[in-house]
């Protein structure tokens, strides 16, 4: 039974700084893409960053050169650093995991974490 289990959500002023993790149990975690999507109140859900086993990476146009994703197989997570935050990036944030063989925003996901950018 795959679980993803995210934290470091929360309120944090503009131009500031936050880390989400995410912690995976129940999958082959070194073989898995892993991903942040995220989903802001009456908007779909659209992703962030999404990290593939060997270290590509891509990011959204609008979080590149602020948002970094990286992961620690050997603690099976992943991580999101989120520096220079705008109030656009307030939404709450999920993790994914998929397989390299399934298509972008299927597999399993977080229960998501709460971030709220605002003075």
């Known amino acids: 039974q795959v679980q993803l289990v995210e934290s470091g959500g929360g309120l944090v002023q503009p131009g500031g700084s936050l880390r989400l993790s995410c912690a995976a149990s129940g999958i082959i975690f070194s073989i898995y893409v892993m991903g942040w999507y995220r989903q802001a109140p009456g908007k779909q859900r659209e992703l962030v960053a999404s990290?593939?086993?060997?270290?590509?990476?891509n990011y959204a146009d609008s979080v590149k050169g602020r948002f970094t994703i990286s992961r620690d197989n050997a603690k099976r997570t992943v991580y999101l650093q989120m520096n220079s935050v705008q109030p656009e990036d307030t939404a709450i944030y999920y993790c994914?995991?998929?397989?390299?063989?399934?298509?972008?925003?299927?597999?399993?996901w977080g229960q998501g974490t709460q971030v709220t950018v605002s003075s």
């Open positions: 994914n995991a998929r397989p390299a063989s399934m298509s972008p925003g299927f597999g399993s």
């Open positions: 990290i593939t086993s060997g270290g590509t990476i």
